[in-house]
């Protein structure tokens, strides 16, 4: 089972859409994360939800609105999409406590067009 | 927002030799972590270290969390050709209870030289 999974991998849009990408884990951590990863492959936190609350949202556009269903998912809608939201957008999972390591999704690549 | 120096930005090595890169903040961490990322893949967790001066070994993989608590180092001993990736250094700041979040470094793009 693949602990961190987000659905769609690729996502191929028009400007101006709105989408939405979805995160899912079975590690049973308490916080989930996500970031955004341009192409110089700088990586930035965009958001992050401890037990369905949102904790922490990095002065990112009100056009992301992430939403956490439960403890186990975080989805990202996108509104109005812009040619700048072309990024690889990746999810990750922390246990919470002491425990620092965060664990990463295989990514959701979006490109407007 | 914030980023962490990291270097080198690119190395171009031959199999069998040994790398070093390292991270450094001007501000203080309890938490250093290395990850390697590979194309078209999440970044994956090599290392954590969770106390000043602590060295910590995985496999081929060394790395330190620095003294002063603002640097860390990645070593890597005798290079092998599924070694190519991106590695990015990240530091967690102690004084976010309850905000815990992730610095990255800018990341080191490693190639092996056939």
């Known amino acids: 089972d693949t602990a961190v999974s987000q659905t769609p991998k690729y996502l191929v849009t028009q400007m101006g859409n709105d989408k939405s990408i979805k995160c899912e884990q079975n590690l049973g951590h308490d916080t989930m994360y996500w970031y955004k990863q341009d192409s110089k492959k700088f990586l930035k936190i965009m958001f992050s939800?401890?037990?369905?609350?949102?904790?922490i949202n990095e002065t990112v556009p009100n056009r992301f609105s992430p939403k956490s269903p439960d403890k186990a998912h975080l989805n990202l809608h996108i509104n109005s999409l812009e040619l700048g939201d072309s990024a690889v957008y990746f999810c990750?999972?922390?246990?919470?406590?002491?425990?620092?390591?965060?664990?990463f999704g295989p990514g959701t690549r979006l490109t407007v067009l | 927002g914030q980023q962490l120096n990291q270097s080198p930005q690119s190395m171009f090595i031959q199999e069998g030799e040994d790398v070093s890169m390292n991270c450094t903040s001007s501000?203080?961490?309890?938490?250093w972590l290395w990850y390697k990322q590979d194309p078209g893949e999440g970044p994956v967790l090599l290392i954590a270290?969770?106390?000043?001066?602590e060295l910590t070994s995985n496999g081929r993989l060394t790395a330190q969390f620095g003294i002063t608590r603002k640097d860390s180092f990645l070593n890597i001993s005798a290079s092998i050709p599924s070694d190519v990736g991106i590695y990015f250094c990240?530091?967690?700041?102690?004084?976010?209870?309850?905000?815990?979040?992730?610095?990255f470094g800018t990341g080191t793009r490693l190639t092996i030289i056939p």
């Open positions: 990750a999972t922390r246990q919470g406590s002491s425990y620092n390591e965060q664990f």
């Open positions: 939800y401890n037990n369905k609350e949102l904790i």
């Open positions: 501000s203080i961490f309890n938490t």
């Open positions: 990240a530091g967690q700041n102690p004084y976010n209870f309850g905000n815990e979040k992730l610095t």
């Open positions: 270290l969770y106390k000043a001066g």
